[in-house]
């Protein structure tokens, strides 16, 4: 029969010490077989089981002294067997994450939803953004146009307003500062005839080369009965001699016979002399 005592030893000796508490050592795990491989890409997601772990009995000491505890079943084999083959441990991730049955499945859901929501949101955005940008665009250059248009406007105005007191000045007398032509009439009069500084004289010919039609058409906008009196007076002498050019043309000699003039007709040789002789009538009749 084992007696304990009720009390320490120190309560005993007066001059005890107790011993240094002992260090306590790490437990050694002993080598042992590998457990189940994970399942690989082939199989579903129910043939996955976790690898079996052997319970260890449970000691419970007799008295207050250390006790040395058994070894536990060491996992290195299964941990290194999951490092040496990542490839498989990624292919069970993937499709343990794509499961249906995945507690994540349905956060990535709402997640992508929410990524395609905020990318949505973004482009909409920015095509508002570039709308504004183009409608801003557009107002600057219209703005611009006008306000150049404007300016233009003005420049001529000026302009007008330039030439006009020339046109003043022709007939102003010249002690209050003109150039003392009794009119218009006479101011181009003089100014169209011939002779005087050689250098003047052809500067207008040239222009009148280059831009007479232009001024012509300019002067009939002004008052289109000028223009038809124009056209009647200058379109008849013209008519009229290309009437008798073609007369002429038409004419046989005295001594053609018919016979010699029907021979040698010719409609397309006809038509080419009429439109070289009289190109305003053919232009007319045609």
Do not use: C
Not at 25 to 47: F, K, V
Not at 59 to 76: A, I, K, N, Q, W
Not at 247 to 267: A, C, G, I, K
Request: hydrophobic share 40%; net charge neutral; aromatic share 6%.
């Amino acid at each position: 029969m084992v007696f304990k005592r009720t009390r320490p030893d120190s309560d005993y000796d007066e001059d005890f010490v107790p011993p240094p508490p002992r260090k306590k050592r790490a437990l050694s795990l002993p080598p042992s077989s590998p457990p189940p491989m994970i399942s690989s890409d082939s199989e579903s997601d129910t043939d996955f089981e976790p690898p079996l772990v052997k319970k260890q009995p449970i000691f419970t000491p007799e008295d207050e002294r250390m006790v040395s505890y058994p070894s536990l079943t060491p996992l290195g084999a299964f941990v290194l067997d999951l490092l040496t083959h990542p490839r498989r441990l990624r292919a069970t991730v993937r499709k343990l994450s794509s499961s249906q049955r995945s507690p994540d499945k349905q956060k990535v859901t709402m997640a992508s939803k929410e990524l395609k929501r905020k990318e949505a949101n973004l482009a909409a955005a920015k095509q508002q953004m570039a709308d504004l940008a183009a409608e801003a665009a557009r107002k600057a250059a219209a703005e611009a146009a006008k306000a150049a248009a404007a300016e233009k406007s003005a420049a001529d105005a000026a302009d007008t307003r330039r030439a006009q007191d020339v046109v003043r000045r022709i007939i102003t007398p010249a002690a209050e500062g003109g150039f003392n032509f009794k009119n218009m009439d006479h101011f181009f009069d003089a100014m169209w005839r011939k002779g005087g500084d050689g250098e003047v004289s052809l500067l207008l010919t040239n222009h009148v080369k280059r831009h007479g039609v232009q001024h012509a058409r300019a002067m009939f906008e002004r008052s289109a009965q000028a223009k038809d009196k124009y056209i009647s007076s200058e379109m008849a002498e013209i008519y009229e001699r290309e009437g008798r050019a073609i007369q002429t043309l038409l004419t046989r000699q005295s001594t053609t016979t018919v016979t010699e003039l029907l021979e040698d007709f010719s409609m397309e040789e006809l038509a080419a002399e009429i439109q070289e002789k009289a190109p305003n009538l053919w232009a007319a009749l045609s």
